[in-house]
């Protein structure tokens, strides 16, 4: 008989709640097209808005696909590693991380996607180890390293006119090693 031990199985359940509300909310997208609007338009008062509503949106069943996949396991290793405190570490990275894209975003532009908390758990993963001195996470930000560290292209600007969000990717990036940070220096 084979059981299952439901701490382990919750990170998995949670993410896939996750994904289904960015899948719901781009199956809405093709019902109301203005939802676009409400991403972050960088240094202008709509554009607070953004900062909240902007993650659940995709323009694209592309970047929906790459950013779920991405944030699926990502999420996974979070929820592991941070089980007990992660509900309370994810606000601060997904509001620094919308207000850094709010803040330095090109002008003239809408950025939207789950990409700038997915690279905000990317920077928290990859730095809670050392800011905690725990061999075990220092371990695992090897191995991310390993396997996702081509990511960290993804947090530098491109030349030319490419619709990818680098200041989402540096602002979540950025906004992980901070709550990490702050995390690990708590009392």
């Known amino acids: 008989?084979?059981?299952?031990?439901?701490?382990?199985?919750?990170?998995?359940?949670?993410?896939?709640?996750?994904?289904?509300?960015?899948?719901?909310?781009?199956?809405?997208?093709?019902?109301?097209?203005?939802?676009?609007?409400?991403?972050?338009?960088?240094?202008?008062?709509?554009?607070?808005?953004g900062i909240i509503v902007s993650p659940f949106l995709h323009g694209t069943s592309a970047h929906l696909i790459t950013n779920s996949f991405a944030l699926f396991v990502?999420?996974?290793?979070?929820?592991?590693v941070e089980s007990a405190r992660a509900s309370y570490i994810i606000i601060p990275i997904f509001l620094l991380s919308g207000c850094g894209t709010w803040v330095i975003g090109r002008s003239?532009?809408?950025?939207?996607?789950?990409?700038?908390?997915?690279?905000?758990?990317f920077g928290y993963l990859l730095f809670i180890g050392i800011f905690r001195k725990k061999i075990t996470l220092i371990l695992l930000a090897?191995?991310?390293?390993?396997?996702?560290?081509?990511?960290?292209?993804?947090i530098f600007p491109l030349?030319?006119?490419?619709?990818?969000?680098?200041?989402?990717?540096?602002?979540g990036f950025v906004s992980g090693i901070l709550v990490a940070w702050a995390e690990a220096n708590r009392t």
């Open 142 to 154: 090897t191995l991310l390293l390993m396997f996702y560290g081509g990511m960290l292209w993804g």
């Open 159 to 171: 030349f030319g006119n490419h619709p990818i969000s680098w200041e989402g990717h540096l602002s």
């Open 1 to 49: 008989m084979v059981t299952f031990n439901r701490k382990k199985i919750k990170p998995f359940k949670v993410m896939f709640i996750v994904i289904a509300l960015l899948w719901f909310f781009y199956i809405v997208s093709f019902a109301i097209p203005s939802i676009y609007n409400f991403g972050i338009h960088p240094r202008t008062l709509r554009g607070i808005v």
């Open 108 to 121: 003239d532009t809408v950025h939207i996607g789950a990409s700038g908390i997915i690279y905000g758990i």
């Open 74 to 80: 990502l999420g996974v290793l979070f929820l592991s």
